[in-house]
């Protein structure tokens, strides 16, 4: 099923907030963040065995990597805020 139809009624409510592009990014930020707590979910569960009280390797690197993809949507989300107050 696509995004579209899956998310139909987040993407209309962000859309009509926030604009086409923005409202977008929002609902891709909150895929982001439930993704976010999966990985942290899974975690829990997969101990690194060098690093014990810490996710495995993988799961450090995925999560980082999710909120790396956060900062930058946010990053975006700003610059079109401030280009449509122009």
Known sequence: ??????????????EFQMG??????????DMLTDALVLVGQHGVYCQSARQP?????DIQTIARLLEDSKELIHDVMDELRKA???
Do not use: C, H, Q, W
């Open 1 to 14: 099923m696509s995004v579209y139809n899956e998310r139909r009624d987040e993407l209309e409510r962000f």
């Open 20 to 29: 086409l592009e923005r409202g977008r990014l929002a609902v891709t930020l």
């Open 53 to 57: 009280g810490k996710p495995a390797m």
């Open 84 to 86: 449509r107050k122009i």
